[in-house]
């Protein structure tokens, strides 16, 4: 790692290995707000269904009117 100096500002130059070490964990974190994002999805859905909800309209159906 190598930090250059402009104006007060530091900028840090990653090394080959650290970068790629970023990079895993970056694909880590995003795995695992893919799969959690799908874990609260298929609760939110299940209960919906327990309750017969879907975004506060119910699952029957109104009356026909003439």
Do not use: F
Request: proline share 5%.
């Amino acid at each position: 790692m190598s930090i250059s100096s402009t104006k007060g500002s530091k900028v840090v130059s990653l090394s080959p290995d650290e970068i790629a070490d970023l990079r895993r964990d970056m694909a880590e974190s995003s795995a695992w707000a893919r799969a959690e994002l799908k874990r609260r999805r298929e609760e939110k859905a299940k209960q919906n269904a327990e309750h017969g909800t879907n975004n506060g309209t119910t699952t029957e159906s109104s009356p026909k009117q003439p």
